[in-house]
Each structure stands twice: as structure tokens, then as C-alpha cells.
């Protein structure tokens, strides 16, 4: 039988870190002696670093906005986000996982938001998890309701409406109220290719390796015959292997060849981020590196699996492939057992494969 979450350690962790905190912050100890500086405007953007990618142009308009009415804007990111925050030039602060669940890296993280003097919060998350808003005495805090957590609405003073569908479309939606203009799903598409001076160079192959969740990476062995039709198709072309994270090493090693160049682990975000910009065209699972890839407008073929409402498919722009299971066009071999993503994602046969490939590199 299942623990009622009330009976969790966890939980009771939590709610008693966060009572104590509701304690200090009704006998305002909060509130110190430091000089205060000018007020301030906290975006909020605490999730992983491909929401932040979809949500860039977003920011960008936000902060082009408000920096008319606010000297200082901080971005407050995770360690998901924040060296991709850091290589686009935004002034952001990193929280940490200790802050959000440590009660002395807590009560000093609140401490360190108090003495920014906010005087607005924009919370971007699709999903907000952490409720340090109930902290802050500021008079607007703004975000997207939260479909997931709903007691989350309530610490805000105005909330934007969300879907469960395409990401892009609660961009929009946030925008259209905000600005209270209308906007189009390409008006909010990110352009993170304008942030660079020179030119796309469009030469390689560049493949994403691994995702957030073993359900998202496609089985090793179904990877390697894409791997060969490419190589088939267009020898000339050389692949690069990139990503990071123990499993995503194991997975690459196997791909690994003489026109296939392992760079798993190798490179930091920004040189990854060079090695997407350069390439022809870029392959992947739904990860980060796919959005970012989708920020830079590349021409791009991404697996995703048998999900009902996929919210990051970007195949409603030109240049993206996304890839499904189809029934009607199941390979021959059929992976049924795999530690690696779901019987459709496995199964989405070489010919489906084949054809994207064909229909991108040969696209000018």
C-alpha cells in the first residue's frame, strides 16, 4: 500500500522548514539595517535550461520593457539554467537546490531576495515549486497558472493562462495579456542565433546525446542504424557526438566511430552551443540541446515517443522533423524490452528516419 504523502519524511521535512520560516517572516526578521538599493524586478525562471530556451524571446520582451521602469532586473535560475543565463549577458542570480531545501540556506537565500528590494516578481516557470514569493512584500508578482500545482495560483496577484498544449502557445499567451497587444506563435519563437555576430557555418552533422529522463532516449542499438544510414546516405559527412552526464557517455560509446567524433563530456555548454551553430543539421532526443538547437535555427530531426500531449514539438516551423511511431511503417526488428525509451519511441523505423534525413540536407 501506498504512504500517504502526509506521512512522507520528506514532506514533514518541509512543511515543518517552511513553518518555521512563515514564523521569522511574521516577526519580520526578515527585514535588517543594510541600505537598500534601488527597487528592483526578479524574474523568475527556476526550471530547465530548454524551458528557458523556448521562453527567451519572452524574457527579452519583458526586459526591454521594464528596464524603462527599473534600474536593476535579476533572472533567478537553477543550476539547470544558469550558465546558459550567463553566456546571453542577463544579470542573473543562481539558487541552489540547498536553498530551496536546506532551512539556514533557505532563511539566508530569503534574506539575500530581501536585500534586492523587489519591487515586482515575473515568475516564467511552467510549473512553480518554490513558493518563495509568500516572503516577498512586493506588490505585483505575476505568473502562469499553474496546472500542476494549483495552491501555487494564490501567492499570486495576477495570473496569465496556461494550457497543456504546444509551450509556444502560453508564450504567446503570457505576452498577449502582458503587453496586452496580439502576437503570433513566430513573434515568440527564440532567437538566439541574432545574439552572434558572425555567420552560421552549416557544415556537420551534430547529434544530442541523451535527454532528462530514460523514456526520452531512443534504445542504443535503433540509434546506430540511424547512425549508419547516414553515413550510408552521405559519407562525406562527418557526425559530432555531443551532451553530458555519466549515461549519456555509456550511450555515445557505442556510437563512436571514424566519421563519428565522441565530444560527450568534453566540451562546456558554450562550446556545445558552437558546435549546434555550426552544424547542417542537428538530431536529438527532447533534451535541452534540441531547444537549443530550435533556438538557433537549425534544421533539426527529433524522436519523441508515444506521449499524448507532447508540449515541446516544434514541427509547426519550417526545418523540423519530429519523428513518431507509425503503425503502418514499423520496422521489421521490433524493439519490445529496452532500458531506454518507450515501444514507440523504439520503434520508429530507419525509413522514417531515411526520408527526414533525405528531405533536410537536401533542402537549401
Same mark, same amino acid.
Given at each position: ?90 544579470? %542573473? &542570480?543562481?539558487?541552489?537546490? @540547498?536553498? #530551496?531545501? /536546506?532551512? +539556514? ?9 530581501? *536585500? ?89 552533422? %551534430? &547529434?544530442?546525446?541523451?535527454? @532528462?529522463? #530514460?523514456? /526520452?532516449? +531512443? ?9 549508419? *544510414? ?99 511503417? /514499423? ?34
Amino acid at each position: 500500500m501506498k504512504k500517504p504523502k502526509f506521512l512522507k519524511t520528506s514532506y514533514l521535512k518541509q512543511e515543518i522548514r517552511e513553518f518555521l520560516i512563515k514564523i521569522l517572516f511574521l516577526l519580520n526578521c526578515f527585514e535588517g539595517n543594510y541600505k537598500k538599493i534601488e527597487k528592483s524586478l526578479l524574474i523568475s525562471s527556476t526550471d530547465g535550461m530548454g524551458d528557458a530556451v523556448v521562453r527567451q524571446k519572452l524574457l527579452d520582451m519583458i526586459v526591454e520593457k521594464e528596464s524603462k521602469n527599473y534600474e536593476n532586473i535579476f533572472i533567478l535560475a537553477s543550476k539547470n539554467s544558469y550558465e546558459f543565463f550567463k553566456i546571453f549577458g542577463y544579470n %542573473v &542570480i543562481l539558487r541552489s537546490d @540547498n536553498e #530551496r531545501t /536546506k532551512l +539556514i540556506k533557505r532563511i539566508k537565500f530569503i534574506k539575500k531576495l530581501t *536585500k534586492l528590494n523587489i519591487d515586482k516578481v515575473i515568475h516564467l516557470e511552467f510549473d512553480i515549486q518554490d513558493e518563495f514569493i509568500r516572503y516577498l512584500k512586493c506588490k505585483e508578482k505575476i505568473g502562469f497558472h499553474n496546472i500542476y500545482h494549483y495552491e501555487t495560483n494564490k501567492l499570486l496577484t495576477r495570473v496569465i493562462k496556461m494550457g497543456d498544449k504546444y509551450v509556444l502557445e502560453d508564450c504567446v499567451s503570457f505576452a498577449n495579456e502582458y503587453f496586452e497587444k496580439s502576437f503570433k506563435l513566430e513573434d515568440l519563437r527564440p532567437n538566439l542565433d541574432k545574439k552572434f555576430k558572425d555567420e552560421n557555418h552549416n557544415h556537420n552533422i %551534430v &547529434i544530442g546525446v541523451g535527454a @532528462n529522463s #530514460r523514456k /526520452k532516449i +531512443i534504445d542504443i542499438n535503433r540509434m546506430k542504424e540511424y547512425v549508419n *544510414k547516414i553515413h550510408e546516405k552521405y559519407p562525406e559527412e562527418d557526425i559530432i557526438l555531443i551532451g553530458k552526464g555519466k549515461l549519456e557517455l555509456e550511450i555515445s560509446k557505442q556510437l563512436e566511430g571514424d566519421s563519428t567524433k565522441n565530444l560527450v563530456n568534453k566540451l562546456t555548454l558554450q562550446e556545445s552551443l558552437n558546435e549546434i551553430r555550426k552544424a547542417k543539421l542537428y538530431i536529438g532526443n527532447d533534451s535541452g540541446l534540441y531547444n537549443l538547437a530550435f533556438g538557433l535555427n537549425k534544421k533539426i530531426i527529433c524522436f519523441f515517443g508515444g506521449e499524448k500531449n507532447p508540449r515541446f514539438k516544434h514541427n509547426k516551423f519550417k526545418d523540423i522533423e519530429v519523428l513518431n511511431y507509425d503503425e503502418n511503417k /514499423k520496422p521489421k526488428n521490433i524493439i519490445s524490452e529496452s532500458k531506454y525509451g518507450t515501444y514507440e519511441l523504439n520503434n520508429i523505423s530507419v525509413k522514417i528516419f531515411e526520408d527526414s534525413l533525405i528531405k533536410l540536407i537536401e533542402r537549401s
